[in-house]
């Protein structure tokens, strides 16, 4: 799996003060927004270190690599932080269904205004 060198400066700014961040997974092909999760640092380590997705379940409370169970892994291509330094942005390559419920995204159900 690919490892990650980020600048040490930037990681010491992420502001894991309140445990979890938004983790938004999109596309690194056609910039689709695949779904949210939760990373706290040790997530954020793993995924680092491994090349793939790896998030805190709040509901579980537990790590969990995506695809460890389903086969959908998530091929981390970039990591990006926003300019608050309390948002993560994933940039994949998705094998398979990003949500549970099977679909490609998790953001299937659509709102008409």
């Known amino acids: ?3 990650f060198n980020f600048d040490s400066e930037i990681l ?3 502001d894991f003060k309140g445990g979890l961040l938004p983790a938004i997974v999109q596309d690194f092909e056609n910039n689709q927004v695949l779904m949210l999760a939760y990373m706290n640092e040790e997530s954020l380590k793993r995924t680092i270190e491994s090349g ?8 579980r409370k537990e790590y969990w690599n995506k695809g460890a169970t ?23 390559e998705q094998i398979g269904a990003a949500c549970h419920t099977g679909n490609r995204s998790c953001f299937f159900n659509k709102l008409t205004v």
């Open 1 to 3: 799996m690919a490892k």
């Open 12 to 14: 010491k700014k992420i």
């Open 70 to 92: 389903s086969g959908h892994f998530q091929y981390v291509k970039s990591i990006s932080v926003d300019c608050d330094y309390d948002t993560i942005l994933l940039e994949v």
């Open 52 to 59: 793939t997705t790896w998030f805190w379940s709040r509901s």
